[in-house]
């Protein structure tokens, strides 16, 4: 039998005597480490769906590799590059990518009897992946983009649809502008879309792939690039570096270069922001440990000096001051046990209850998110509750040697 183990059983258990101060310091130091925890969990948790969910905004706009010519990636001038079924086949078969689809990209502005509003349009086509864009689709819907034929139809954003006044349905004029002319083209709004990401939602519309590439005057397999998804997101500098090896720097047959860039690389001032809310948890984390630490303390120093009369006994029964010491060890671990139950269920629960009732509003003009987003690590909250556990006891150590100052012969006459 593990005798610490049952003196601490025995002690914990025990209701004792309410007017002691050991009851209020182990509700309070058991409050305490249930807080640290909850708020620990609830900042993971927000940070992790903050970051996933900003993250995969952009990425729905520009995926996570993005292989263009080399002077649109350099400079952001619009050139061609070749991308058909064959070099889509390349690319495809590079170990650690998904999904490739092309895309092309064109300038002009859209025109109603009293507004205008340069806008960039997006050609896609079928083999795109609209999964983002039906997620974030708030009216009508997404037409079957092709680079076969045009059908004259556009998504537009809400900042659009709001600026302009034109809803599903409505057609719209708009104006594309060449080095010797000026193109007409009449779309009909088919869907509006709303992600949030202002710097995205002000200026980017779709349309049909083919559509883009016969405004801008190219060749029918010529388009501004091609996106690549890869199936591991963290693994996206490894692809990276087979691009760079494989694609890179070679030609096409009008003598184009080939280069790529990463969503971070494109987009580099989303990834440093979501990047400082990294410190930003580290630093909670940090406080909340000492916090829970701190009370864990103070509850065991008092628990300590109001059970001195008791550690004289076990001593003059013969007990060594490191069973004793483990004792009140053992009697802390319930504490702190006990803590990270209700801090779970505490912060758990919060998360839950924003997660499906979306109960805590932002706004989405500044973080690009209209309710808190929350995501759910069970392997991290678990390794934050270990690690909770595991400072905590041992920052219990030092203050646990006071129980070696104390004297059986002087602690018996201790009141």
């Not at 025995?10 to 058991?30: L, N």
């Not at 507004?115 to 708030?138: C, M, P, R, W």
């Amino acid at each position: 039998m593990n005798f610490p183990l049952f003196i601490a059983r025995k002690i914990y258990q025990d209701p004792g005597d309410k007017r002691k101060v050991s009851r209020p310091a182990i509700q309070i130091a058991t409050l305490g480490v249930a807080i640290g925890l909850a708020v620990m969990v609830i900042s993971v948790c927000v940070v992790l769906g903050f970051k996933h969910t900003i993250r995969n905004k952009a990425i729905g706009f520009g995926s996570h590799i993005n292989v263009g010519n080399f002077m649109t990636l350099q400079g952001g001038e619009n050139y061609p590059i070749v991308v058909n079924d064959s070099v889509m086949k390349v690319m495809g078969k590079i170990q650690g990518v998904k999904h490739v689809q092309r895309y092309a990209n064109t300038q002009g502005i859209l025109k109603t009897d009293d507004e205008f509003l340069g806008v960039s349009f997006k050609g896609i086509a079928q083999e795109y992946d609209t999964l983002f864009l039906h997620e974030n689709l708030v009216e009508g819907s997404i037409p079957a983009f092709s680079d076969k034929s045009g059908k004259q139809k556009i998504l537009i954003s809400k900042i659009m649809s709001n600026q302009l006044g034109l809803h599903t349905g409505d057609r719209v004029f708009a104006y594309f502008f060449t080095s010797d002319n000026v193109r007409a083209r009449r779309f009909e709004i088919s869907g509006v879309y709303e992600t949030n990401l202002t710097m995205f939602d002000k200026i980017t519309c779709f349309t049909d792939l083919y559509t883009a590439v016969k405004l801008n005057g190219w060749e029918s397999d010529q388009v501004s690039g091609a996106e690549v998804k890869v199936t591991d997101f963290n693994k996206v500098y490894d692809v990276e570096d087979i691009f760079i090896e494989k694609i890179n720097r070679t030609t096409d047959h009008y003598g184009e270069t080939y280069s790529s860039v990463t969503i971070q690389e494109s987009n580099p001032q989303i990834f440093s922001w979501l990047e400082l809310l990294d410190v930003n948890v580290w630093i909670i984390l940090a406080l909340m440990v000492c916090v829970a630490g701190i009370t864990m303390i103070s509850g065991l120093l008092i628990i300590i000096l109001e059970r001195t009369n008791m550690i004289g006994i076990l001593k003059a029964l013969g007990a060594k001051n490191v069973t004793v010491r483990h004792t009140f060890l053992w009697f802390a671990t319930f504490m702190i046990g006990k803590g990270l139950i209700i801090g779970n269920i505490l912060g758990i629960g919060i998360v839950l209850l924003q997660k499906y009732t979306g109960l805590f509003k932002l706004d989405a003009t500044t973080y690009y998110v209209s309710t808190v987003p929350v995501e759910i690590n069970i392997p991290l909250i678990i390794l934050i509750n270990i690690a909770t556990l595991l400072i905590s006891v041992f920052v219990l150590i030092a203050p646990s040697y006071l129980i070696s100052h104390i004297h059986p012969a002087k602690s018996m006459r201790y009141e």
